[in-house]
């Protein structure tokens, strides 16, 4: 029995669209073992609507696994246990993924690189920003090589001071509506406002400058172009500002709602609630740590 823990992730945090990412406190768990027979059973989140079948991202990502290997794989049972939920933007994909190639690599022992191991996720995936901390944990930063044949990812410390609020309304927004609604082009303008703003990020989180961060998370590059995907988003943001956040973010391509906190995390849980609620959308909201440790081996 071999079982792998992932952790959820929020991607961008506001300005640094495509290229930050952040390891939460939620997780899905997967139990692979052996077997006779290939079989697949999802439990919680998504237990209804993911395949129970050989197109389960997470078998499809071991096998993929194993094609690197050149390794036919034997017959396999797994058991999923999911807690982060779907099309929220916070990294259910990006955790079946990594939960799929961690499993995969441990049971072939363990043969292919770190390096090698985000490279795949990442063709998997498609994009970095959310399998990079799923499975490094920590705030990752990733940036495409010079010759376009991969990607640097470089892991920050997540602050131990630091929560994360997500607030989680009762609806979907697919990442693919998400990338439709952005431009093809920006203002030059506006990128320099997202360049000085995730500079400005990065440099708070390292010099624990909790001031900066409402200044830092703020974004021209995506956000305002999502909003209309969700409903209530402006007064959401108010709402949580107001009530102590230190700064907030639509968390990937949404429609969560992340906050960071160092105090007062169950009041901006609830202002952000509020704030939905008179948007007419049900929502619910969960108090996070910053998880530091990535995809984890539990049982081997």
């Known amino acids: 029995m071999l079982k792998v823990r992932v952790p959820a992730t929020t991607a961008n945090i506001g300005s640094g669209f495509d290229c930050l990412g952040l390891a939460l406190n939620l997780y899905n768990t997967l139990k692979v073992e052996v077997s006779e027979r290939t079989a697949i059973r999802v439990f919680g989140e998504g237990e209804r609507e993911l395949s129970p079948s050989t197109d389960n991202l997470v078998y499809q990502s071991m096998l993929r696994t194993y094609q690197e290997l050149n390794i036919t794989p034997p017959p396999l049972q797994l058991k999923m246990t999911n807690e982060i939920p779907l099309a929220r933007g916070l990294g259910s994909s990006a955790a079946a993924i990594v939960a799929g190639i961690v499993a995969a690599n441990h049971l072939t022992g363990q043969n292919i690189p770190r390096e090698r191991l985000l490279d795949l996720a990442i063709e998997v995936e498609g994009h970095p920003d959310n399998v990079t901390p ?63 703003r995730v500079s400005l990020l990065l440099g708070a989180m390292v010099s624990k400058r909790w001031d900066l961060l409402s200044t830092a998370m703020e974004d021209k590059l995506h956000q305002p172009y999502r909003k209309h995907l969700v409903p209530g988003l402006d007064q959401v943001f108010s709402q949580a500002m107001e009530a102590g956040a230190l700064g907030v973010a639509l968390s990937g391509s949404g429609p969560t709602i992340a906050a960071l906190v160092n105090q007062n995390a169950a009041a901006v849980g609830k202002a952000m609630e509020g704030a939905f609620k008179k948007a007419k959308i049900k929502s619910r909201s969960i108090v996070l740590g910053l998880n530091g440790r990535g995809a984890e081996i539990l049982e081997k």
């Open 134 to 196: 799923a499975l490094l944990g920590g705030l990752v930063i990733s940036a495409p090589k010079g010759d376009r044949s991969g990607y640097h990812c470089l892991k920050l410390t997540p602050p131990p001071e630091l929560e994360a609020v997500v607030c989680i309304p009762d609806f979907h927004v697919a990442t693919e509506d998400a990338r439709r609604a952005l431009p093809g082009q920006v203002p030059y303008a506006d990128a320099v406002f997202n360049i000085g």
